[in-house]
């Protein structure tokens, strides 16, 4: 089977603000479209893509919540045996950059995975104004041990780059995934001794 092929599936988090454009990024990358008009989501949504990362095959669940508060009743399920968590705010937003701290203290809260690996993306770089500025997005991701990266999911920039060096960042972290190939090979040692089992040897 072609399943067979991945190390692992990781799950992946993106959360944030309601526009600051966590679909669009996911799509960028994903799909590599973006869509101006893209309406907000509507509770939670996850999108499937594989890529290769140091020779490694990983299969990424990359799911996508609705930044407004009346969604957070879906808050628990969301950050459940999350392995990689995207906090993504608005380069243009000081109110969306200022929120990440409520956002921090809610992965704290309801993700499972301690260890889970955190990366802080600054989007919407292509707008004309900027309110936020790179070094207080850098010096707020070191406070907080995040990776750190600007993009554009207008333009393409920064978005690949940002999903592999999370993705790179698990892998080398085994506690975070291992597990799931575990699991996996004991579910596919399993499926091999029923197939067998329905052979007559004589």
């Not at 072609?2 to 599936?9: A, H, K, Q, S």
């Not at 080398?172 to 596919?188: D, I, V």
Request: proline share 1%.
């Amino acid at each position: 089977m072609v399943e067979e092929n991945f190390l692992t599936t990781l799950k992946i988090l993106t959360i944030g603000e309601s526009g600051v454009g966590k679909s669009s990024l996911i799509s960028r990358f994903v799909d590599d479209k973006f869509d101006p008009e893209m309406a907000a989501t509507i509770g939670v949504d996850f999108r499937i893509r594989t890529i290769t990362i140091d020779d490694k095959l990983v299969k990424l669940a990359i799911w996508d919540t609705a930044g407004q508060e009346r969604f957070r009743t879906l808050t628990p399920s969301y950050y459940r045996g999350g392995q990689g968590i995207i906090l993504v705010y608005d380069v243009s937003s000081r109110a969306s950059f200022e929120s990440l701290e409520h956002w921090l203290l809610e992965v704290d809260t309801y993700c499972t995975r301690a260890d889970a690996i955190k990366m802080l993306v600054g989007n919407k770089i292509d707008e004309d104004v900027r309110i936020v500025t790179r070094d207080e997005g850098a010096q707020f991701a070191r406070r907080h041990r995040m990776l750190f990266i600007e993009a554009s999911a207008k333009t393409r920039e920064g978005v690949q780059c940002a999903f592999e060096e999370l993705v790179q960042k698990i892998l080398q972290s085994p506690g975070l995934w291992e597990s799931n190939l575990a699991m996996r090979r004991r579910l596919q040692l399993k499926n091999g001794d029923y197939e067998s089992s329905g052979w007559c040897g004589c």
